[in-house]
């Protein structure tokens, strides 16, 4: 079994910072790439940042500048620092990873449980 858990969100006024974590544990062999989604209220759930396979970051254009995305010292975390948050970022956001469980010759899709982020205005 792979679990990811996310933690750091929360309520924040317009302006304000937030960094989520997510970790990676159970049976994992390898992980391929860990990245972090967005579903606001009525809209399909975008990528926010995440990490090509050449190791550079890549970001939504609504929030260049603003959020960065981070790996951990230990390998199966990443983060995602948000400064400068608008109420526009409101939004549940899910911790994406690929990874391949031991015992396994394939990757597998896992997504955490989602924290939520509200920005008041």
């Known amino acids: 079994q792979v679990q990811l858990v996310e933690s750091g969100g929360g309520l924040v006024q317009a302006g304000g910072s937030l960094r989520l974590s997510c970790a990676a544990s159970?049976?994992?062999?390898?992980?391929?790439?860990m990245d972090w989604y967005r579903q606001a209220p009525g809209k399909q759930r975008e990528l926010v940042a995440g990490?090509?396979?050449?190791?550079?970051?890549n970001y939504a254009e609504s929030v260049k500048g603003r959020f960065t995305i981070s790996r951990g010292g230990a390998k199966n975390t990443v983060y995602l620092q948000m400064n400068s948050l608008k109420p526009e970022d409101i939004a549940v956001y899910y911790c994406?990873?690929?990874?391949?469980?031991?015992?396994?010759?394939?990757?597998?899709?896992?997504w955490g449980q989602g924290t939520q982020v509200t920005v008041s205005s």
């Open positions: 990490f090509t396979s050449g190791g550079s970051t």
């Open positions: 159970g049976s994992i062999m390898s992980v391929n790439a």
């Open positions: 994406h990873a690929v990874v391949r469980p031991l015992g396994s010759v394939s990757f597998t899709h896992y």
